[in-house]
């Protein structure tokens, strides 16, 4: 799979129920999706949502996906850290 390849929905209930955790931009806004105990979970900043796999495609027939890499967040190391403010004292 390319990385940041547009995903459409069919496929990312497949995903999702295979365990990954996607995501897709809404009126510039993020919203994760999971699957967890037959249904699809929903999360953004303003809401929390959780569908039946039919309601999820239904309701996001034309969303495009992607599969949201955590590794891509950045990480604060302790170590450095403690090392970088022991250093400016």
């Known amino acids: 799979m390319n990385e940041n390849e547009k995903?459409?929905?069919?496929?990312?209930l497949s995903l999702?129920?295979?365990g990954?955790?996607?995501y897709t931009l809404i009126?510039?806004?993020?919203e994760?999706?999971?699957y967890q105990k037959e249904k699809v979970l929903?999360?953004?900043?303003?809401?929390g949502l959780t569908l039946s796999p039919f309601s999820f495609l239904?309701?996001?027939q034309d969303a495009l996906f992607e599969i949201y890499d955590d590794e891509k967040e950045e990480v604060v190391d302790p170590k450095?850290?403690?090392?970088y403010y022991s250093w400016r004292q």
């Open 7 to 12: 995903i459409e929905v069919k496929r990312a």
């Open 16 to 18: 999702l129920k295979a």
């Open 20 to 22: 990954y955790h996607l």
């Open 27 to 30: 009126n510039k806004k993020e």
């Open 32 to 34: 994760h999706f999971f």
């Open 42 to 47: 929903v999360r953004s900043e303003e809401k």
């Open 58 to 60: 239904e309701l996001y």
């Open 80 to 83: 450095k850290d403690e090392e």
